[in-house]
């Protein structure tokens, strides 16, 4: 054999950085010497020069003839395709090598890493722990990502919390474990842990918040142009690629085609007890309706609607983000819309390719969806006002009455139900808060304190997730010089029963700086006035929007002195709260925020002013949908 042409040389040539002499030497040598040496210096020089897949693929052929060195030349394979972004041939070797990855820490993240995008969250489970225990700091933050999943699981709080004690220099486990600190009502850990993150927001160090979860930010900071800068998890859209996007040749047709995506497709959850009519409505002679559907598998077994009356189901479950864009520009969608944003099972990355002309964010997330391509987001003028518009990378398509949809068909009605059967005292004003208990603050408990101070013969009746947060919540309350014994508990029930048993309280009152969202609309829709105060961002204006469509503007205070002041004004006069509740029943079926049907109407017309802007090839602006004259006679009811 010529001398040139050698494994020897080729190795000399990879030394001294002579990448593509070594390769044609390689190419060569490769026609008479398959080993696994050979092809592993062939991908390494294929590496250097950039050509990643290839090295991927040739490390493939090295660990076919490794024999019992195989698993290191296929890992190195899976790694080289992940940074790629070839998560499909990444994923098919490590599968290859499941096994192995309860043990090996890189394996994992491989794994984790691609099911993490593709929202496989239920088969994470496995990798938690040795992802959590690796010495690799990058492992670690996959971790963190993955504990995100349930805040509930005990595995969770204690790798957030072993996490922490291992790195507390690190931002993003700081705020992880605040995350579970909050869902458990641990109070002065929480403010313990806050300090240093408030001292450094004090000396206008912002940038630490980007090591935060956008969704769970919301939870404590209430300042929308603090709000911008939660963006762990997420990676920055390409301006070139939006307008290449939105210069793509597109086919209209006389319907417009309307895509959601979500993961949230079952009639159980939140989302649908809110859409669920809207979809049902929507006008089949106009529009065309694709759901893009994740949902969990195990969620759909407990699913009892017809789904089809929602429009044509796509399954995207488990799909990677190219493959969801093949399907979507398979249907030739108008108008993507987004559901989900940053918040739990969401697949919003795959907005940031071109799924469609226009892109749209609703519903899911309560505020701007940080570096994802989306031209609009749709809300109200009371959480987008004017003032908000420099915080939104999003033009504002503004609905005319509430952005929240209801659907007064497929919710249960309130049934009658008297204080003694729920163990309430009779004669006492109730205040309650059914919110999530990881909306409760410090802050939020202290202001509760001095309502039921100012006001002595009232009680408060919470929804207490666990016997943690029962126990903190007491334990809180005592020091702001409450008796246990105005605290009621009450635990989870059934969606029927909690409909109705919301109307034996007197007053809701509502968290801050997040409101009830959903919450909100099943008390006013059970019956139950709710006070909440004018707030600063998305997510603490969402009540303000449901009290102005159902014309209750009145329960919306000022700022935080007036809501306590007109928490206490109302407990002293109750007569005052009855003429509110005959005011939620005679508005219900009429007033905006529970009719579907014109919410429905108005939506389409949103579609239809995006779609024109579109089709003349405008770019997105803010858009206010005009209203419908205001209905003068009900619009259903069911007793």
Not at 157 to 184: I, M
Not at 501 to 513: C, V, Y
Request: a neutral charge.
């Amino acid at each position: 054999m010529n001398s040139k042409v050698s494994f020897s040389a080729a190795s000399r040539d990879y030394q001294a950085g002579r990448y593509t002499q070594s390769l044609a030497t390689l190419n060569q040598l490769i026609d008479t010497q398959k080993d696994a040496k050979t092809y592993a210096l062939l991908a390494k020089n294929l590496l250097q020069l950039g050509f990643k897949t290839d090295a991927a693929k040739a490390y493939c052929l090295a660990a076919d003839c490794a024999g019992q060195g195989a698993y290191e030349f296929l890992k190195t394979a899976a790694k080289i395709h992940l940074e790629s972004g070839n998560d499909d041939e990444a994923l098919l070797i490590a599968m290859r090598n499941l096994g192995k990855a309860q043990e090996d820490p890189e394996l994992a993240f491989i794994i984790s890493s691609i099911y993490l995008r593709r929202q496989r969250r239920d088969l994470l489970r496995p990798f938690k722990k040795v992802l959590s225990e690796s010495q690799n700091p990058e492992h670690a933050r996959l971790a963190a990502l993955l504990l995100n999943d349930d805040l509930l699981d005990e595995t969770n709080q204690t790798l957030a919390r072993n996490l922490f004690r291992r790195y507390p220099g690190n931002l993003a486990f700081r705020f992880l474990y605040l995350v579970c600190l909050r869902e458990f009502n641990e109070f002065a850990e929480a403010n313990k842990h806050q300090a240093p993150i408030d001292a450094a927001l004090a000396k206008n160090d912002i940038d630490i918040l980007r090591k935060d979860n956008p969704f769970y930010h919301l939870h404590w900071c209430g300042n929308e142009d603090y709000n911008r800068y939660a963006t762990i998890g997420t990676r920055p859209f390409d301006p070139a690629a939006v307008a290449y996007r939105r210069s793509l040749p597109h086919t209209w047709s006389d319907k417009i085609r309307i895509g959601y995506m979500s993961s949230d497709f079952w009639d159980g959850h939140a989302t649908m007890k809110l859409l669920q009519r809207v979809l049902e409505l929507h006008d089949r002679n106009r529009f065309e309706i694709t759901l893009f559907d994740h949902t969990l598998p195990e969620y759909l077994e407990n699913n009892r609607t017809d789904r089809s009356r929602w429009g044509k189901i796509v399954n995207v479950y488990g799909l990677s983000d190219e493959a969801i864009l093949k399907t979507v520009r398979a249907e030739n969608i108008d108008i993507m819309v987004d559901l989900k944003g940053h918040t739990s099972g969401s697949r919003s990355t795959a907005f940031n390719q071109p799924l469609a002309p226009i892109h749209v964010a609703w519903l899911g997330f309560p505020g701007s969806t940080l570096n994802i391509d989306l031209d609009y987001v749709i809300g109200d003028h009371s959480v987008l006002p004017d003032v908000a518009k420099p915080f939104y990378h999003e033009k504002f398509l503004r609905m005319p009455e509430s952005y929240q949809p209801n659907d007064p068909a497929n919710r249960p009605q309130p049934q009658p139900v008297t204080r003694d059967q729920l163990g309430l005292p009779e004669n006492a004003f109730i205040f309650a808060s059914f919110n999530g208990n990881r909306k409760i603050t410090s802050q939020v408990v202290d202001s509760w304190c001095r309502i039921l101070k100012r006001a002595p013969d009232s009680v408060l009746w919470l929804m207490a997730n666990t016997p943690r947060n029962k126990e903190n919540l007491l334990e809180r309350f005592q020091a702001g010089g409450i008796s246990p014994k105005r605290i009621i508990f009450c635990p989870r029930a059934p969606y029927e029963q909690h409909i109705s048993r919301q109307q034996a309280a007197d007053l809701g009152i509502d968290t801050f700086p997040v409101n009830g969202h959903t919450t909100t609309s099943e008390q006013l829709w059970g019956g139950l006035p709710v006070l909440t105060m004018k707030g600063t961002n998305f997510a603490s204006r969402v009540s303000e929007s449901l009290l102005r469509a159902i014309d209750l503007p009145e329960l919306v205070a000022d700022d935080l002195q007036a809501y306590e002041d007109l928490a206490v004004e109302l407990a002293l006069n109750p007569e005052r709260v009855a003429g509110y509740k005959q005011h939620l029943r005679e508005k219900r079926y009429i007033a905006p925020l529970f009719d579907a049907e014109r919410f429905c109407h108005h939506l389409e017309h949103a579609y239809e002013l995006m779609a024109e802007r579109a089709k003349q090839g405008l770019g997105p602006d803010h858009i206010d949908v005009p209203a419908l004259p205001p209905r003068t006679e009900p619009f259903g009811s069911n007793g």
